[in-house]
């Protein structure tokens, strides 16, 4: 295999297809270079249920020995499993998944100790710069000092310590009987729900709970509306109190009401954000991506709080976090990061907060949501155009003359009115451009919406 590490090392992970992009020899150099670019002495490891991350993250934990390094392998855990891991023991961390992707993909995210992100300006450049001197080289990653020992490999089990983690920072102790729906994807939801929600007074019905990285069923990607049809379905079957999607590696949550209609995430974000703001005392900063809905900066500074408003991507909403003390943040695409998990997501914690939430009142999920869903929003339309930055520019062109709207680039381009706004975003790996609108109400969105795509569109 001859691997091409800049079609394989992303912005914020390593993900590609197996064998044929990467395999446990390369997997091998990435966890030497991972243990010399953190400096650690010991690293801890997880990994998803796809068939190639055992081998993978085993591979990982070998090349980190060599160099010297202690490995904790805490085995199959989702991605906020390996993150707590990482945030209680101290440690650097690796964690062998391709979240959503399909079944023939893997990757790995990485962390520094206390589940600091590992990304393109923090250290994964240099690591990929190690690994392809060693690929260069033919010859292996390099062997510690004839005088340093190679490290130690222990196997730990921290499934019931992450569930009762999370549950001590949610109080659930008086809510309300609920029936909740919970499609796992085959995915690592499988894995953790029964221990997070055990003992919680919940009608549990479960959907593709068994762990099986082909993905018989469907993608294991709740974001496509297509992947939880089957949720909505059984939502409405089963007259449940509420639904629940993860995805793959179960960092992700995706909230469907009792009628079996997607709850948006920037509400979820709204929710949370209140809850958490109590919990705090009324104050504290939360913080939001650009492409978030208005309602929630608006619930955000009407339960005592200070929004941020941040790029789109985690390495920003985690950065943004560490540097304002930040007690929560929320993106669009239902990643959900909190203080007191070490500034990483979790959506087991915010479903843990849903849950609370509703079973605390005797209203429905939806009622309950109303407060929080405030504007017509388009979700994100995504065109296929021959050049970003001139399609780009034409938008700038069709709006900057106007006295009603305020443009800013922070990330893409945004524009601003008083009823509406919409961003359009360049993909960074693929020829799109990327649309986000909202508005007062469904009439103006859908004009806004159809006015910058005939612009993108061209």
């Not at 020899?25 to 990994?47: D, K, S």
């Amino acid at each position: 295999m001859t691997a091409d590490l800049s079609q394989l090392v992303k912005a914020y992970d390593v993900r590609g297809v197996v064998p044929d992009q990467w395999d446990e020899p390369l997997a091998e150099l990435f966890g030497a270079a991972f243990a010399q670019v953190t400096g650690a002495t010991a690293i801890v490891t997880g990994h998803d249920m796809r068939p190639s991350s055992p081998g993978l993250s085993r591979a990982f934990a070998r090349g980190a020995a060599a160099r010297g390094v202690d490995v904790t392998e805490i085995g199959l855990c989702s991605t906020d499993q390996l993150y707590y891991a990482s945030g209680a023991f101290g440690l650097p961390g690796a964690m062998f998944t391709a979240s959503h992707n399909p079944a023939r993909y893997n990757g790995i995210k990485m962390c520094r100790a206390g589940a600091a992100p590992v990304g393109q300006d923090t250290g994964l450049t240099e690591i990929r710069g190690l690994v392809e001197s060693w690929l260069d080289s033919g010859t292996p990653s390099p062997s510690p000092s004839p005088d340093a020992a190679p490290g130690t490999t222990t196997r730990r089990d921290t499934l019931e310590d992450y569930a009762a983690h999370l549950r001590g920072l949610v109080d659930l102790a008086s809510i309300r009987p609920l029936k909740v729906v919970v499609d796992a994807g085959n995915g690592m939801g499988g894995h953790t729900v029964p221990t997070v929600f055990a003992g919680l007074p919940l009608e549990l019905v479960p959907m593709y709970f068994e762990l099986d990285g082909t993905f018989p069923n469907h993608e294991a990607n709740p974001l496509d509306p297509a992947n939880i049809v089957d949720l909505q379905k059984r939502v409405r079957e089963e007259d449940a109190d509420l639904g629940l999607a993860f995805d793959g590696d179960a960092d992700r949550c995706f909230v469907v009401d009792e009628r079996g209609e997607p709850v948006s995430p920037s509400a979820i974000t709204a929710l949370v954000a209140a809850r958490e703001l109590a919990r705090h005392g009324g104050r504290g900063t939360v913080i939001h991506n650009l492409i978030t809905s208005w309602s929630v900066p608006e619930v955000v500074r009407e339960h005592g709080g200070t929004p941020v408003r941040t790029r789109v991507g985690h390495s920003f909403i985690k950065a943004e976090m560490a540097a304002s003390g930040a007690i929560f943040g929320g993106e669009h695409s239902a990643h959900y990061y909190f203080k007191d998990f070490w500034n990483a997501d979790t959506g087991m914690l915010a479903a843990l907060h849903v849950l609370a939430a509703l079973g605390g009142q005797e209203g429905t999920l939806s009622a309950l949501v109303d407060r929080y869903d405030r504007y017509a929003g388009s979700g994100e339309i995504n065109s296929t155009v021959d050049d970003q930055a001139a399609r780009l520019a034409a938008l700038r062109a069709a709006y900057e003359g106007r006295e009603d709207v305020v443009l800013d680039e922070l990330d893409g381009l945004t524009v601003t009115a008083a009823d509406w706004w919409f961003n359009v975003r360049p993909s960074n790996t693929e020829p799109l451009l990327r649309l986000n609108a909202e508005a007062r109400d469904a009439a103006t969105m859908a004009r806004t919406r159809d006015e910058a795509l005939a612009i993108i569109r061209g």
